[in-house]
Nanobody, 126 residues
Framework: QVQLVVSGGGLVQAGGSLRLSCAASGRTFSSYSMGWFRQAPGKEREFVAAIRWSGGRTYSPDSVGRFTISRDNVKNTVYLQMNSLKPEDTTVYYC????????????????????WGRGTQVTVSS
């Protein structure tokens, strides 16, 4: 069982930045691939970014150039640095982990993941 604890959400003005953190339990974090998703009320969960256990990264088109995903295998933590935030980025953000070795192409699909953390609210004011 992997537990994911998400932190770092909050309120920021448009154009500002936030960094989300997701701390994972387990001794083999370095073998997990990790992803960030977001979900607005009444909408499907939307892929934001993912990082494979090997370090390969993938981003949604809307995230490219604004968001950066990274990981610290010593701290068992994955980060999402969000810059140039827009009001339309306002929603709840979720962290997810997959413990199997999967291809980077599958990391943009929510059903790939085995574990999910609780969401954190990000609100961007205009």
């Amino acid at each position: 069982q992997v537990q994911l604890v998400v932190s770092g959400g909050g309120l920021v003005q448009a154009g500002g930045s936030l960094r989300l953190s997701c701390a994972a339990s387990g001794r083999t974090f370095s073998s997990y691939s990790m992803g960030w998703f977001r979900q607005a009320p009444g909408k499907e969960r939307e892929f934001v970014a993912a990082i494979r256990w090997s370090g390969g990264r993938t981003y949604s088109p809307d995230s490219v150039g604004r968001f950066t995903i990274s990981r610290d295998n010593v701290k068992n933590t994955v980060y999402l640095q969000m810059n140039s935030l827009k009001p339309e980025d306002t929603t709840v953000y979720y962290c997810a982990a997959v413990v199997r070795d999967v291809s980077i192409a599958t990391l943009s699909t929510a059903r790939t993941y085995d574990y999910w953390g609780r969401g954190t609210q990000v609100t961007v004011s205009s």
